[in-house]
């Protein structure tokens, strides 16, 4: 689009579920009982995913469930299980990392608050899309490695966030919002090392949209 940065971080926020009523109905089922256990009110949940630019193209970077097609043809660069160690012999309960050039976010039309311009620092934006191949991999909706948070998609974003040099810890989701396993990513990015941002976010004025591509081949920038 004319008068957009040549590179860029922009962050969707998507309800828990969105485009489906099972996993949205669990979620909410989740949720309630969480909160009657500790207390407190109830919050809608939320899923994050990132689409990146830079100038030799424009990806997005989101965890999912695995797929049965070509994990190519959406830029999968990893795999892991959901819930057990034993599952990663079941594709169905696998999640896939995705660094997917000229890809879509699935249900994006239902994001809220997004998109949420992060930078337009092209060394950061660089930087992010060269961590992909290296976030950790626990189980998927467990807390293996002892951050007092469960591993999920948004531990991916965050900890990516935080890696690449952006203030992770001062990101919200949207107001009533909440996003189970920030904490985590955001936690084993301060173990690991240049955690601790010295570029804060820009402001949150959400980014003009752009419309969907359909894939290329995948590629991550060399």
Known sequence: MAGEPEARVDLYWLPLGAGGHFVRLN???YEAVLALLERRERFDLYHSALEVVVP??????????????????????????????????????????????????????????????????????????????????????????????????????????????????????????????WQAGLVVARRQGNGVSTRPVVPTTPAPAEPPAMPPRASVPA
């Open 56 to 181: 030799k193209g424009r990806f997005v970077v989101e965890q999912a469930p695995v797929r049965s097609s070509d994990p190519a043809e959406r830029g999968v660069v990893a795999e892991g299980a959901i819930g057990l160690r034993a599952a990663r012999w079941l594709r169905r309960l696998q999640y896939e990392n995705r660094c997917w050039r000229d890809g879509v976010i699935p249900d994006v039309d239902e994001a809220v608050d997004s998109p949420r311009r992060l930078t337009d620092d092209p060394l950061v934006a660089r930087r992010l899309l060269e961590l992909v191949r290296d976030v950790p991999m626990p189980l998927w909706g467990r807390d293996e490695l002892s951050t007092g948070d469960m591993w999920n998609s948004n531990s991916v974003i965050c900890w990516l966030l935080a890696r690449s040099g952006l203030d992770a810890g001062a990101i919200r989701p949207p107001p009533g919002g909440r996003a189970p396993g």
């Open 27 to 29: 979620g909410r089922v």
